[in-house]
């Protein structure tokens, strides 16, 4: 009887042995794929909406939108800049945050920066003991624009419910 197991438990080894090699080869293959992924250019627009739990957030990849975006963002930011003191979180809706990720040159991507109504927010400096935050600032129809395009990008993504979005639209 031992005789007649041994093969179909040798075979049972084999056979999860094989299983863990096909495993370990198709992870091998796909490495170079899921690293190239990690390092594609996108924007990662997070929306400034929750006090203590995780805000949405959204990941742009594809080259339209990501165009849509950084065209109305350079528009944004042909605005004259003011400098002076960051504005204060609230609690509520603080603004959307776009942060360029991926892509080979980390030390060329932009600083983030916050969009809320009308106004861009480049922070320069954390708060301190002994001073608060500062910021750069520029006003322009162009955010208000940009902003309510990231705002239906939510909602179509599902980051945003309608209800929410209707929220932020009214307390702009």
């Known amino acids: 009887m031992n005789k007649s197991t041994e093969p179909a438990a040798h075979g049972g080894t084999m056979h999860k042995r094989s299983l863990k090699t096909l495993i370990a080869a198709l992870a091998l293959l796909a490495a170079p794929a899921l690293a190239l ?7 990662q627009i997070t929306y400034l909406i929750y006090s203590g739990r995780p805000n949405p957030v959204v990941t742009v ?8 975006i950084e065209t109305r963002l350079t528009d944004a930011l042909a605005a004259p800049a003011k400098s002076g ?10 603004g959307i945050l776009i ?10 991507r932009p600083q983030p920066l916050v969009i809320k ?4 927010r480049i922070d320069t400096a954390p708060a301190s003991d002994l001073k608060s935050a500062t910021a750069t600032t520029r006003t322009s129809a162009a955010a208000g ?3 309510a395009m990231l705002l239906k990008l939510g909602q179509k993504r599902g980051a945003l419910d309608a209800t929410t979005l209707n929220v932020l639209l009214d307390g702009r």
């Open 37 to 43: 992924a990690a390092e594609a250019p996108g924007l």
């Open 61 to 68: 990849t594809d080259a339209a939108s990501m165009r849509a």
């Open 85 to 94: 003191a960051a504005a204060e979180p609230i609690l509520g809706y603080n």
């Open 99 to 108: 942060e360029h990720v991926g892509g080979s040159s980390a030390k060329s």
């Open 117 to 120: 109504g009308q106004q861009v």
């Open 145 to 147: 624009d940009l902003e």
